[in-house]
């Protein structure tokens, strides 16, 4: 119901979908962690809507297009992921391992490294 208390007109999921995506990718250029979080939240949300409802044949297309947003996402990740690890290195930060758990906790932890004399 919106606001008026009137039923709220359907709302395609491949469309929430997509703006999830697209708020994703926005926080990823930004480098807005906080937009990152939340996005990649509403992503998920997103996807599970999209799962519950049978999609139709011509929404293939929209579905591979979506699929194709989504890996560029990832390669942006990953590159921001790099971005991080260097400036971590050159600052004495190293991780054991680059990989996070599923619940988005790292498997590794941190080492130091004394950047100057005590």
């Given amino acids: 119901m919106n606001l008026t208390g009137q039923p709220s007109p359907a709302v395609d999921p491949l469309d929430t979908l997509e703006g999830a995506l697209q708020a994703e990718r926005r926080a990823l250029l930004e480098h807005d962690v906080d937009a990152l979080l939340a996005s990649t939240q509403a992503k998920l949300v997103a996807l599970k809507r999209v799962e519950q409802h049978s999609l139709d044949a011509a ?22 992921r790099r971005e991080v690890t260097w400036a971590l290195r050159h600052l004495g930060r190293t991780e054991a391992t680059g990989v996070y758990d599923a619940g988005g906790r790292s498997a590794a932890r941190a080492q130091a490294r004394c950047l100057g004399v005590g």
């Avoid at 929404?59 to 990740?77: D, F, G």
């Fill in 59 to 80: 929404a293939a297309a929209r579905v591979t297009a979506l699929s194709e947003l989504n890996r560029a996402n990832s390669v942006l990740l990953a590159r921001r």
